[in-house]
């Protein structure tokens, strides 16, 4: 008796292992009513479509489909059939749905744009936090001027830009601020200045300035800064990040107005170099850090899961960060 069950239900997987294939060509035939057309809504060959019905038929025992003119007419096996596998699809779909969202929770790619500054604290510390709770995504990470990180973002080359300042938010992309950090005037460490409680940025309005190149957030910010302090800064040289910037200063060949350092050391070293930072006490000193995004509904599920954390945790973890 368990032989003869068993021989059974092997007969039976077998049959649905050959019937299987055939259930996306039984639904799609049920509506178009014409095989090649069916192969053509599937992308197949009208071979395939024939063959696979043939197979299916033998499965169930008798004709699935007769021809009719230059249609075909289905069998009342194939029309008690359609539906049951209509239904199956369905719920194979539904299924599916399912297993990639659970497997994106725990894998996928994040594409994020980042300016330079932004690598050493704020950015590794955004990742640390989302990588405890997704730690099998990994990011691709491209960093460099504001202007580079939103034209990536704009070309879908980036999922997020870590930027500052955030553009507004508009229909295409959402923005929002995270938080603000002070601006410092970086001087040498044998100016005058070097050591001062702080100062009013006009008293240095005859002094060179190094800064960074257009494209370049910190480029309007300290134009735009200056500007509100009532005049243009005579710029001596210009960089492509900010440790250039300090390195110009350290030799004497310019200030420069920058976000505060974090970990490197400000005094002089053996060969002479070295700067120091001075508070800014008028105009109000100042840069807006924020994250960018497109407004789209197509967009990696990671990603809106990791900007969403950002949003929701970034300020608080943001802000035991700042110096």
């Not at 735009?224 to 990040?241: E, K, M, N, T």
């Not at 950002?310 to 700042?322: F, M, P, S, T």
Request: aromatic share 6%; net charge negative.
């Amino acid at each position: 008796m368990a032989a003869w069950f068993h021989e059974l239900m092997d007969t039976d997987e077998r049959d649905l292992a050959k019937l299987l294939p055939a259930l996306p060509i039984l639904v799609e035939l049920g509506i178009s009513r014409h095989i090649t057309a069916t192969a053509e809504a599937l992308g197949i060959p009208q071979s395939t479509v024939s063959r696979t019905l043939a197979r299916a038929a033998e499965v169930v025992g008798t004709p699935l489909l007769l021809r009719k003119g230059r249609g075909v007419e289905l069998t009342p096996a194939a029309l008690a059939l359609i539906p049951r596998a209509s239904e199956a699809l369905d719920q194979i779909r539904e299924g599916l749905a399912l297993a990639r969202q659970e497997s994106g929770q725990q894998f996928g790619r994040i594409q994020v744009a980042f300016q330079h500054t932004f690598g050493e604290v704020a950015l590794p510390i955004l990742i640390r936090a989302f990588a405890l709770e997704h730690p099998g995504v990994t990011f691709d990470l491209q960093q460099g001027s504001r202007a580079f990180c939103l034209d990536l973002l704009t070309t879908g080359s980036a999922d997020l830009a870590l930027v500052a300042p955030p553009p507004a938010p508009s229909r295409t992309m959402g923005s929002e601020v995270l938080y603000s950090e002070p601006l410092k005037l970086v001087v040498p460490a044998s100016h005058p200045l070097a050591g001062s409680s702080g100062i009013r940025l006009d008293a240095v309005r005859d002094e060179p300035f190094v800064m960074l190149e257009p494209g370049y957030g910190m480029h309007s910010i300290v134009q735009s800064l200056c500007q509100s302090a009532g005049f243009r800064p005579r710029v001596a040289f210009q960089g492509q990040d900010l440790h250039t910037v300090r390195g110009l200063v350290s030799a004497g060949l310019g200030l420069a107005v920058a976000p505060q350092q974090k970990f490197e050391s400000r005094t002089l070293n053996p060969g002479g170099l070295g700067w120091c930072e001075v508070d800014i006490l008028w105009p109000s000193a100042h840069r807006d850090v924020g994250l960018v995004w497109r407004n789209r509904s197509d967009g990696s599920a990671q990603a809106t899961r990791f900007r969403d954390m950002v949003l929701a945790e970034g300020r608080e973890l943001l802000g035991a960060a700042q110096p």
